[in-house]
């Protein structure tokens, strides 16, 4: 079976480092055996990190040290285009600065959103991408997206971090699957790849299975939550319309054997650890049943 990657946030509302958090956070990991977590950081596009962030940034390293547990995901918030500098220079500098930042965690990926044009939200991008469009062809800003996003794998390679970008929804930069696979093949890196969102693949209604042999050895990193096919409400698995049992028959034809990433944050129930615990157990009663089917007869 799969190891279950736990999501936790370590960042309070005055951006600093959740000490009490953290504590529940440690509790759970022990008492659940829990050995991969995922996390992020800063929230802003454009993050200029201060003295808080870096002490944030080694009390996180200090926790899975403590604790035992390896950061399989690390979400890079920043943009991925710049319209402004023909150089680049801004974009590929929030990249370097990303990785200078958050190696020392050693997450196993770093996830990318693809569609992040500018350093605003989805209708600032689509703001920029008209802008550009003034100077550059459609094709020829596709092609400085393919050169910022091979830089950004050349230097996470080098600190042993995969790039994994990740499918959005709703007609964003790169939401459509066809549209990720080409920009992926167009990349053309051995180090970057795809993080298949199940969630926001059922709000554009997409075939989970055929998505994810289309993705086969690229597929570095896979975000399971749920929803009704309408709202992005990363609700927990089994709680919405996704079939999770055709996602992981299909996980098993491409033998995937990294984590099953958790990008849902509660149960309904107050206790942390229960909910958790509910949730590796759900998900593994899937694992089994994709495997070996409903296998119920000694109940009879």
């Known amino acids: 079976m799969r190891q279950c990657s736990i999501h936790m946030n370590f960042k309070n509302e005055n951006g600093l480092f959740d000490e009490e958090r953290a504590k529940q956070y440690s509790e759970v990991v022990q008492k659940l055996n ?14 200029n990190p201060n003295e808080n962030d870096f002490i944030g ?7 899975c040290f403590d604790n035992d547990v390896t950061i399989t995901s690390f979400h890079f918030n920043g943009p991925i285009f710049d319209k402004d500098y023909p150089t680049q220079s801004f974009c590929r ?16 990926v770093m996830v990318v959103h693809p569609g992040a044009l500018s350093i605003g939200r989805f209708s600032d991008h689509k703001k920029t991408y008209n ?5 550059y062809s ?35 930069f790169y939401s459509q699957i066809n549209d990720l696979v080409k920009l992926v093949n167009d990349i053309d890196h051995p180090n970057v790849g795809y993080c298949f969102d199940c969630g926001h693949g ?23 939550h749920d929803n009704f096919a309408d709202k992005d409400l990363h609700l927990p698995i089994g709680f919405g319309t996704i079939n999770y049992i055709n996602i992981i028959k299909a996980l098993n034809e491409i033998n995937y054997k990294s984590t099953a990433t958790f990008e849902f944050f509660r149960w309904p129930m107050d206790n942390r650890i229960e909910g958790v615990k509910n ?7 899937l694992e089994k049943i994709a495997e070996k089917g409903y296998n119920t007869n000694s109940w009879k």
């Open 34 to 47: 829990i050995k991969y977590i995922n996390t992020k950081w800063n929230d802003e596009l454009f993050f």
């Open 57 to 63: 940034i080694n009390k996180i390293k200090q926790f």
């Open 93 to 108: 500098g929030l990249m370097k600065q990303s990785i200078d930042l958050y190696h020392i965690l050693k997450p196993q």
């Open 131 to 135: 802008e550009a469009l003034e100077v």
């Open 138 to 172: 459609a094709e020829q800003i596709h092609q400085i997206i393919v050169e910022n996003i091979r830089y950004f794998g050349d230097i996470a390679q080098e600190k042993g971090i995969k790039i994994a970008l990740e499918n959005i929804f709703g007609g964003r």
């Open 202 to 224: 059922n709000i554009d209604k997409v075939n989970h299975p055929e998505v994810i042999k289309i993705m086969n050895d690229k597929l570095f990193e896979l975000h399971l």
């Open 279 to 285: 949730a590796i157990d759900l998900w593994q009663a």
